[in-house]
């Protein structure tokens, strides 16, 4: 009995396909750019979020969980996630349409910021800047 393979183009075209779709859900941050980093927002179109249940999931029942991470409703908005410095300058945007809750999550926990076990309670005095690291020796007023 032999055994039909498919011709190697297809095969080629099958990996193309398998890859593009990985990397479409696959962020790694890079740190570099990210320095300063201190909060982050969600930002989207209701609409939008419909049609996407995993980033919905999300948005509404696991953003209130972490510690400086909101979400902002912008009309025709494709679900990004904003990363913002200490002044509130925009350090990096993440699409987040291609990602799972699970995806998202693990990005969101992977670039420090603080989940809490219940979306009231106090965060810890350490985790209160999170993800920020103050410089040493810098003042926690040291921009008033």
Same mark, same amino acid.
């Given at each position: &009995?032999?055994?039909? =393979? /498919? +011709? +190697?183009?297809?095969?080629?075209?099958?990996?193309?396909? $398998?890859?593009?779709?990985?990397?479409?859900?696959?962020?790694?941050?890079? *740190?570099?750019?990210?320095?300063? =980093?201190?909060?982050?927002? #969600?930002?989207?179109?209701?609409?939008?979020?419909? @049609?996407?249940? %995993?980033?919905?999931?999300? $948005?509404?029942?696991?953003? +209130?969980?972490? !510690?400086?991470? #909101? &979400?902002? !409703?912008?009309?025709?908005?494709?679900?990004?996630?904003?990363?913002?410095?200490? @002044?509130?300058?925009?350090? %990096?945007?993440? /699409?987040?349409?291609? &990602?799972?809750?699970? %995806?998202?999550?693990?990005? #969101?926990?992977?670039?420090?910021?603080?989940?809490?076990?219940? /979306?009231?309670?106090? #965060?810890? +005095?350490?985790?209160? *800047?999170? /993800?920020?690291?103050?410089?040493?020796?810098?003042?926690? @007023?040291?921009?008033?």
């Amino acid at each position: &009995m032999s055994v039909l =393979l /498919p +011709p +190697p183009p297809l095969l080629l075209l099958l990996a193309a396909l $398998v890859a593009s779709a990985t990397a479409a859900t696959t962020y790694r941050p890079d *740190w570099n750019r990210l320095q300063g =980093l201190a909060r982050a927002r #969600v930002e989207t179109c209701g609409g939008q979020l419909n @049609r996407l249940k %995993e980033v919905k999931a999300f $948005v509404t029942q696991d953003i +209130p969980f972490y !510690h400086n991470l #909101v &979400m902002k !409703h912008l009309p025709g908005a494709d679900p990004e996630l904003v990363l913002l410095g200490r @002044r509130y300058e925009e350090l %990096e945007r993440i /699409p987040l349409s291609e &990602m799972t809750r699970e %995806e998202i999550n693990a990005l #969101v926990q992977e670039l420090g910021f603080y989940r809490k076990a219940a /979306p009231d309670a106090q #965060v810890p +005095p350490e985790y209160l *800047w999170a /993800p920020a690291r103050s410089p040493e020796g810098a003042s926690d @007023r040291a921009d008033l």
